[in-house]
């Protein structure tokens, strides 16, 4: 037995499979916990020792034990405020689907405004989505409905009417409203039009936020997530976390990266975050990182590419910051002590982000800072050894790498089979040398980690979605590495594996009890994983029945 001191233990754990992610002692069959942390691993016998009257025992019944996972990017207090309180359109498939959703839930409230979110922009477009839709479900009251994806937007008449949108209304920066041939707005919303409408709209309360994050953070809890990083705050998302956590009510360790725009000067930037990290430096709430929005997704044809599209329509985006501003802003946030974290989506994007890092190093020299780039939808190859050579994370989301029609209908056709073969190639990353984390960008898509590792590991839909090949099968990657991007690797992202991350004597005692061995399990039953506890320092904060 490994003990950190010979103490008794306020709750044990025995009778396990305890894979800690720690190269010291891998395996265990027992742990025991004193004050939230973990202060001794061994076998069950020598564990009991450390138990007294009061002492709590958990018998995990031979099950896995792992560390808790940790969900690097995901939207959480705005995607709880959303799924909590609005339509949810995630299930609709046709146009039927989103009237019939919309206009149930229009009938259930009488607020000033219907709002939906999470349909999906990989059926979805400016060819069978607008306002005349959205008039059919909600004739009465302004109606705005967000896709899953946050970067398209769609408005009913009344909405359009609400917000001030009409002929000639010049697009905001980085955004684009979508026009018939009349010049009339269709409704439908691209990039930051988005928030240029939501900003002319009602905003929902800190208390709808707050309700927001505690629904959210009960739905990570049931999936295993003991940690995240919520991948764009502002000051109202400070405010409600820092609010919550003075309360005692937020159970996750919740790191944060604060939003950089287009339009800020860098001087102006680096001022209002070094005030939220001052700000916010609790024990379960930080401000660690500065968000940038390289370009935008393919389906709205907003992702910057190094070659144009290869489709019948063909076009480019730019990217959504210039090159200078990139060095320069990449420089100061580095120079202060900033972790990045970055949106990229096309292959341009993901280029420009990995030279702003590189110039913030040649200017400040080599820290531990592990940038992160997010989503690396399209990579050109010539930039994967970069990773590794500049320190670079890769912050991935494999629920996306298989065949779907965002990705067959939408990206494959758009940038050609030679760029495809690049499309989240995550083994190429790994290969290479690149650190990398797995996370879900909740509400995009689900947050259960199962799922997502499933699709790591086959490149496929579950089964129960029908047979459906493998997409880039070399690209797949192993179920240790995958549970490493949510655990060891996870952690390093959020800057807190002295902490967590791993089941070391002396870290916080996160860890998770599952319903079956996701290490030998039939890779297509990954996804179908229940978690049956889940513990925050030394706390229960989920218990399956």
């Known amino acids: 037995m490994t003990v950190a001191a010979h103490h008794s233990a306020d709750l044990i754990v025995i009778n396990a499979r305890i894979v800690t992610m720690d190269g010291a002692i891998p395996y265990a069959e027992a742990l025991a916990v004193r004050n939230g942390r973990v202060i001794a691993l061994g076998t069950s016998a020598d564990i009991r020792d450390l138990a007294h009257s009061s002492t709590r025992v958990i018998d995990a019944g031979g099950r896995l034990v792992l560390p808790g996972f940790q969900d690097t990017h995901i939207h959480l207090q705005d995607s709880g405020q959303d799924y909590s309180q609005n339509a949810d359109l ?21 607020r000033p405004w219907v709002n939906g979110t999470g349909w999906y922009s990989g059926i979805f477009t400016a060819q069978n989505l607008d306002r005349h839709l959205l008039d059919r479900a909600v004739p009465d009251r302004p109606c705005l409905i967000v896709a899953s994806d946050g970067h398209n937007g769609c408005m009913n008449t009344l909405g359009c009417k609400a917000v001030g949108l009409e002929p000639g209304t010049p697009d905001p920066q980085n955004g684009h409203f979508v026009t018939d041939a009349r010049g009339e707005p269709t409704g439908m919303l691209y990039e930051n039009a988005v928030m240029w409408a939501e900003s002319r709209m009602p905003h929902p309360s800190d208390a709808d936020f707050a309700a927001g994050v505690k629904w959210a953070q009960a739905l990570a809890h049931r999936h295993g997530i003991t940690g995240v990083i919520d991948a764009k705050v502002e000051e109202r998302h400070v405010r409600v976390y820092r609010a919550l956590e003075a309360a005692g009510e937020l159970t996750l360790r919740v790191a944060a990266t604060s939003l950089v725009n287009a339009f800020d000067t860098t001087e102006g930037a680096v001022e209002r975050l070094t005030a939220f990290r001052a700000s916010a430096r609790g024990p379960r709430f ?12 393919v389906e709205n044809r907003t992702a910057a590419m190094i070659a144009p599209y ?5 076009g480019n985006a730019p990217l959504m910051f210039t090159p200078a501003q990139i060095n320069e802003m990449f420089t100061a946030f580095d120079a202060a002590r900033f972790q990045i974290h970055v949106h990229a989506i096309g292959d341009m994007a993901v280029r420009a982000a990995l030279d702003g890092c590189e110039a913030a190093r040649i200017a400040n020299g080599d820290w531990p800072s592990l940038h992160q780039i997010a989503h690396i939808q399209f990579l050109d190859p010539a930039d994967i050894p970069r990773f590794r050579s500049l320190g670079v994370m890769a912050n991935v989301q494999p629920l996306w790498a298989r065949s779907e029609p965002s990705v067959t209908d939408v990206a494959v056709p758009m940038v050609g089979n030679d760029r495809s073969r690049w499309i989240y190639a995550f083994r ?60 060891t690797e996870a952690a390093a ?53």
Request: charged content about 20%; aromatic content about 8%.
């Open 286 to 297: 930080k401000v660690h990182s500065a968000k940038f929005f390289l370009d935008g997704v």
């Open 493 to 545: 992202a959020a800057w807190r594996s002295t902490e967590t991350g791993s089941l070391a004597i002396g870290k916080a005692a996160d860890l998770i009890v599952l319903d079956r061995d996701i290490f030998t399990c039939p890779a297509y039953e990954i996804g179908g994983t229940n978690v049956d506890l889940t513990m925050v320092g030394g706390d229960v904060v989920f218990e399956r029945h």
């Open 90 to 110: 995630s299930a609709a498939r046709s146009q039927d689907d989103i009237v019939a959703t919309l206009s149930a839930f229009a009938k259930t409230h009488s």
């Open 428 to 487: 190429s990353l790994l290969d290479g040398g690149a650190a990398m984390a797995l996370s879900s960008d909740w509400g995009v898509s689900t947050l259960n980690p199962f799922e997502i590792i499933e699709t790591a590991v086959t490149r496929q839909p579950p089964a129960a979605e029908g047979k459906v090949p493998p997409f880039v099968p070399e690209e797949r990657i192993t179920r240790m590495e995958a549970v490493a991007g949510y655990t």
């Open 310 to 314: 290869s489709d019948a329509e063909g």
